[in-house]
C-alpha cells in the first residue's frame, strides 16, 4: 500500500514552547488529515485540509496542505500540558475508500 | 450520545482459539473499518465494509474475516489467533461511501494479547 512517513517519532519539549511535525507520500492524496490520539482512547479529528496549499487554524493548531499534494505539516503553539498524547497524520487519494496513517508523532510535554 | 463501541477493551488468548470483537455503530454509518494499531507502523487498515454485505480487503487483512450482516454491526473475526496479532486494534465508522473522512469517528481500541 501507499506509504506515509511521519516525522519526528517522538518530541519531548517544555510547556510553552512551539512543536511542529511533518508527513510526506510517496503519492499524492486530495485530503490531508490531522488526528490526536489521547492514552486508551482512539484517534480524535483535529484538522481537515482538502486543497493544495490550504492553511487551516484550529485554537492553537495550524496545519498546511503541501502544494506537491505529498506533504504537509502541523504546527501546535504554546504547548501545554494536555497536548501530550499520539498525532497522526492520514491521507485519502482519489481512489477514496480508504485512508493511510503515518507512523505518529509522540508529543510529551514537560510542565 | 453518537459512538463507536467496541468490546471487550482488553483480551488475553491462546494461540488458535477462536475469537470475535465486536463492533456496533449508532450513526447510521455506511462506511465501517478495522484498523490495527503497532508502534512506530500507526494504523494500517485490516478491512473495510462500504455497506451491507459490501467487505474489501485492507492493507493488512491476512489472518482475519469480517461480516457485515447489519448496517450497525461489522464485527472482527480471528479463526486462528496468532502472537503476531497481538495488538491495538480499532473500529471506525463514517458516514457515506468512503468519501470525505471529516466524520471518521474511532472506538475506544481492543487490547489483543495473543500468548
Known amino acids: 500500500g501507499q506509504q506515509l512517513n511521519q516525522s519526528p517519532q517522538s518530541m519531548f519539549i517544555q510547556e510553552g514552547e512551539d512543536v511542529s511535525m511533518n508527513c510526506t507520500s510517496s503519492?499524492?492524496?486530495?485530503?490531508w488529515l490531522w488526528y490526536k490520539q489521547d492514552p486508551g482512547e482512539g484517534p480524535v479529528l483535529l484538522i481537515a485540509?482538502?486543497?493544495?496549499?490550504e492553511l487551516t487554524s484550529n485554537g492553537r493548531l495550524t496545519a498546511q496542505f503541501g502544494i506537491t499534494r505529498k506533504d504537509s505539516f502541523l504546527n501546535i503553539s504554546a504547548s501545554i500540558p494536555s497536548d501530550v498524547g499520539i498525532y497522526f497524520c492520514?491521507?485519502?487519494?482519489?481512489?477514496?475508500?480508504?485512508?493511510?496513517f503515518g507512523g505518529g508523532t509522540r508529543l510529551m510535554v514537560k510542565p | 450520545e453518537a459512538q463507536v463501541t467496541q468490546n471487550p477493551r482488553y483480551l488475553i488468548t491462546v494461540t488458535g482459539k477462536k475469537l470475535t470483537v465486536t463492533c456496533s455503530q449508532n450513526?447510521?454509518?455506511?462506511?465501517m473499518s478495522w484498523y490495527r494499531q503497532d508502534p512506530g507502523l500507526g494504523l494500517r487498515q485490516i478491512y473495510y465494509?462500504?455497506?451491507?454485505?459490501?467487505?474489501d480487503k485492507g492493507d493488512v487483512p491476512e489472518g482475519y474475516k469480517v461480516s457485515r450482516k447489519e448496517k450497525r454491526n461489522f464485527p472482527l473475526i480471528l479463526e486462528s489467533p496468532s502472537p503476531n496479532q497481538t495488538s491495538l486494534y480499532f473500529c471506525?465508522?463514517?458516514?457515506?461511501?468512503?468519501?470525505?473522512?471529516?466524520?471518521?469517528?474511532f472506538g475506544s481500541g481492543t487490547r489483543l494479547t495473543v500468548v
Open positions: 471506525a465508522s463514517s458516514r457515506g461511501q468512503g468519501g470525505i473522512q471529516e466524520n471518521y469517528t
Open positions: 503519492s499524492i492524496f486530495n485530503t
Open positions: 485540509l482538502y486543497k493544495a496549499g
Open positions: 492520514a491521507g485519502q487519494s482519489y481512489a477514496g475508500n480508504m485512508l493511510t
Open positions: 450513526m447510521n454509518h455506511e462506511y
Open positions: 465494509s462500504m455497506n451491507v454485505e459490501v467487505t
